[in-house]
T-cell receptor, first 114, second 114 residues
Framework: DGGITQSPKYLFRKEGQNVTLSCEQN?????MYWYRQDPGQGLRLIYY???????QKGDIAEGYSVSREKKESFPLTVTSAQKNPTAFYLC?????????????FGEGSRLTVL | GENVEQHPSTLSVQEGDSAVIKCTYS??????FPWYKQELGKGPQLIID?????GEKKDQRIAVTLNKTAKHFSLHITETQPEDSAVYFC?????????????FGKGTLLTVNP
């Protein structure tokens, strides 16, 4: 089955700790994205990558970091500098590098900071 | 940058009735308008999209209309069924240049009552 796999599905973290969310795709897509979803806020773009070894900040990149060492993988690290990290995080990919094609989303990772 | 407003934030209908969700956008250069459906605990999934060279597109019980002059587009669901209950997001983007961003509305929670 082709798709986006996010792990873990649920994650708890103590304040001051970094945590890394995994995102893997086997769709052979060039572009990958990380979105944050908060109740009533829609989806906000954290980072995106159009090609391996390249990535760009989205609207709310502060306190987050990413890497794109392999086409299939785009992990997101939520650092201790992120002031309000409790949220639902969605990874997506698209065949097209522009923003005018279908996004394929994973099932999300819910991060709770205790 | 682009700003997408979506209304209503919640919508409750009886099974068999129609549902309409409306979005407005601010950037007249936007030319791609997708709609995503998100079921509880899952990632969003594309259900229909429209590009600026057409005014309406249908796919079985769902349709999207676009008014470029007024800068608004709408999702119409006819003969609603309980499985249509979900959160629906509209989005907008433009092709070309260095734009890789899809801007989402804040979502509409649709409840279809049996």
């Amino acid at each position: 089955d082709g798709g986006i796999t996010q792990s873990p599905k649920y994650l708890f973290r103590k304040e001051g700790q970094n945590v890394t969310l995994s995102c893997e795709q086997n769709l052979n897509h060039d572009a990958m994205y990380w979105y944050r979803q908060d109740p009533g806020q829609g989806l906000r773009l954290i980072y995106y990558s159009q090609i391996v070894n390249d990535f760009q900040k989205g609207d709310i990149a502060e306190g987050y970091s990413v890497s794109r060492e392999k086409k299939e993988s785009f992990p997101l690290t939520v650092t201790s500098a992120q002031k309000n990290p409790t949220a639902f995080y969605l990874c997506a990919s698209s065949r097209d590098r522009g923003a005018t094609g279908e996004l394929f989303f994973g099932e999300g990772s819910r991060l709770t900071v205790l | 940058g682009e700003n997408v407003e979506q209304h209503p934030s919640t919508l409750s209908v009886q099974e068999g009735d129609s549902a309409v969700i409306k979005c407005t956008y601010s950037d007249s250069a936007s030319n791609y308008f997708p709609w995503y459906k998100q079921e509880l605990g899952k990632g969003p999934q594309l259900i229909i999209d429209i590009r600026s060279n057409v005014g309406e597109k249908k796919d079985q019980r769902i349709a999207v209309t676009l008014n470029k002059t007024a800068k608004h587009f709408s999702l119409h669901i006819t003969e609603t069924q309980p499985e249509d209950s979900a959160v629906y997001f509209c989005a907008a983007s433009k092709s070309g240049g260095s734009n890789y961003k899809l801007t989402f509305g804040k979502g509409t929670l649709l409840t279809v009552n049996p």
